[in-house]
DNA sequence: CGCGAGTATGACAGCGCTGTCAACCGGTGT
DNA sequence: ACACCGGTTGACAGCGCTGTCATACTCGCG
C-alpha cells in the first residue's frame, strides 16, 4: 500500500523507466502490446507519477496557475470551477493564488510562484489580467498566460471574453422597451473594463433611442452589494427619481432592491430594477433579478484550454468570444405611466 | 533575470549549497554573519527555493491540500481563504481538489492526490471529513489530515468545529422570545452533520420551553434555496401556518423569504424568517436575515493552522471550538397575537 | 599548550522522473 | 549478402534540492 514509483512500474510490466515514461506521456513509438502491459501495470500498482520529479527532470510540471483578484466569492467560484474542469482533463493541477493585497509588486511575485511551482502558464483573470507590469514581465520570461477578458488584447496572449457592450445595449434595450425613459445607471468599478464597456453599451442604446443625457442618472459604483444601495438611496431622493435603474452588477442591483424596498417602493410596479452578470444572487432576492448572463465559467474553461493547447503546440490561439444572453426575470417591468 | 537556483545563492554568498539550505530551512548551527550574508544574496537574486526539488529531495513539500464537496460558492470561498491566509504565512501552498462527483472511490483519489503532489497533508472539509474510508485510507498511509467540523472525533486527527446544537438553541430562543411558538424548522442536507446537530439544538429548545412537538411543521431540506422555498410553500399552505421558520441554512432561508414573498406574506410582522451560517446571502435579501454567524474562515484557519503545526512538531492538537454569534437583523420580529 | 566537545561548514549521494543518445531489430533495395 | 532505414527499446546523466556524514574550526579546561 506504499507509494509505488517509475521503476516499481517498469518491473511488473519487464520493461525499462524510460519505457514507462513514455508510455504516460503518450510519446509515439512504443508497441500496442507493451503500452497494454504498461498500462496494466499502473492500474495494478497504482501508480501516479510524481509531479516533482516531472518538473523537476523534464520541461513541464502539468501546473497551471490561475491569478485572482476580485473579492466576489461567486465570481471566484466559477472561475475556479471552469478552469478546474479544463485541468481535469488533461491532469493538470491547477493552483490558486490570490493577489487581491498586492498591487505594486505583482509581477515580482507572480514570477515568484512561477519559480517555486515551476508552474507551465498562468490563467490571469480580470482585472488582474490589466496590469501592464505584470504581462511585460510574463512575457520578457517568456511564462505562457491566457487572459480572461482583458481590457485591450494582450499582444502575446490568447484570451476569451464576452461583449460587454452589446450585452450592457440588450439589456438597456429591454428597459427601453418597456417604455422606460429615465433610466438610471449605476456604474461598475473603474478598474474593470467590463465597467467601462457596459456604461459605453448603455449610452449606445439610450443615444439610438434619442434620450437626452442626464448626469444625475450615473452614478459611480464599486461593484458591491454597499455602492449600489448607496447610490439607489440618492437616486430615489431625486425630485423626479428614474423609472428603472441599470445596475451594472448583481451585487449592486441587489443594493438597489434593498434601498427600494426599504424606501417602499414596489419592484417592477414603481421601478424596475436590472442586474448584469446572473450570479447567484440574481436568483435568490426578491424579485428575482432580469440580468445578463454572464459565462464566467465557460470563459475560465475556454481561457484553460487556450493555455493548455498552447503548452502543447506553442501556438497561441485566436481570441474567443463567449456569448452572453439577456435573462428576464421580475424584476422589470413596463414604466408606470 | 532568469530562474536563479540555489547554486547562484551560494555563489553569491560564497558558501556551499547545503548552507543556503540550512539558512532557508531555519535549521541551527549556522553564524548569524553567514546567515546575514546568504539572505543578503537570496533577496538580490530573487531566489525562490523549487517546490519539486525540495519535495523531490526532503520529506516535506509544503504543500498542502483542501478537499471539499460542499458546492456552495461562499462556504468554498471561505474555507479557501481562511486555509490560505495560514498557509502563506509559512509558505506553504494549498491546492484545491473537489470531489463533489466522486464518492465511492474517494479514498483512492486522494492517495492518488497525494503521490502526485507529495502534499504533506490534507485540511478536511465538511461532508468529506466524515468519510470513514477516507480517514482511514489517510491513516493507514500515515498521511497527517485535520477537520472542519466533522461529525464524530476522529481518531488520528484534529479538528476545529463550532457547536452547531448550542448555535441552534440560541436563534431557536431567540425565536420563543419574540413570543412564536408554531415554530416550524426546515432541516438542512442529511449528510451533513451540522443538519443533524441542528435539528436537536432547535429540539432542545422548544422542549425546554414546552412546546408540543409538530412534525407538520418539520421540513426535510438540503441546504440549498430551492428545497428552502419548496418546504416554506407547503409550510404556508397549512391550515394553520407557522409564525416563524427557522431554516437551518441561509440559502434555505432565502427560499423561505421568496416563498413568503411570493404569497404577499409580510416579513416580519406576518412571519418571522430565521437563517444559519450568516453568509454573504444573509446581507443582501430583503428583509436582512436574523442568523448564526457560523465562522468557516476561521475554522478552516484554525484548522490549517492545526496541520501546519503537527507538520512541524509531529503531535496532534487538541480540537479547538470556534465561537458562534446569533446575528439579529430584519427577518424576525414579534409574534403576530 | 593540547585535547575533547561542541559548533559551523562542506562534499556527495540520491529523490523520481525526463531528455539524449546509442543500440537493436527486422524488412528493403541492390 | 550487405548497407540502410524506421520503429522500438534501454542506459545514463542530471534537474535542484535535502539528508547524511565527514571535516574544519572554536573554545573551555586540565
Redesign the pocket.
Known sequence: MQ?S???DVAQAA?????????V??HE????E??RQRVMAAVESLN????Q???S?????SYVIGLLYNNPSANYMFDLQTGAMERCRQDRFQLIIHDCTRRRQDIAKHALGLIDQTHADGLVLSAPVCDEPLLLDALHQRSVPYVCIAPNQSPHHASYSFMDDRAAAREITDHLLGLGHRRIAVIVGHPDHYSAVQRLLGFKDSMKAAGVEPNMQLQKQGFYDFESGYTATRELLALATPPSAILACNDDMAAGALMAAHEANINVPNDLSVAGFDDTYISKVVWPRLTTVHQPIQEMAKVATDQLIRQLKSGAQSEPKRIDHCLVVRDSTGPAPT
Not at 501508480?47 to 510524481?50: Q, R
Open positions: 507509494r514509483t517509475i521503476d519487464a520493461v525499462s523507466i524510460k519505457t514507462v515514461s513514455r504516460l506521456n509515439p513509438n512504443v508497441r502490446s507493451t501508480y501516479h507519477p510524481s516533482s520529479a516531472r523537476l527532470a523534464g520541461s513541464r
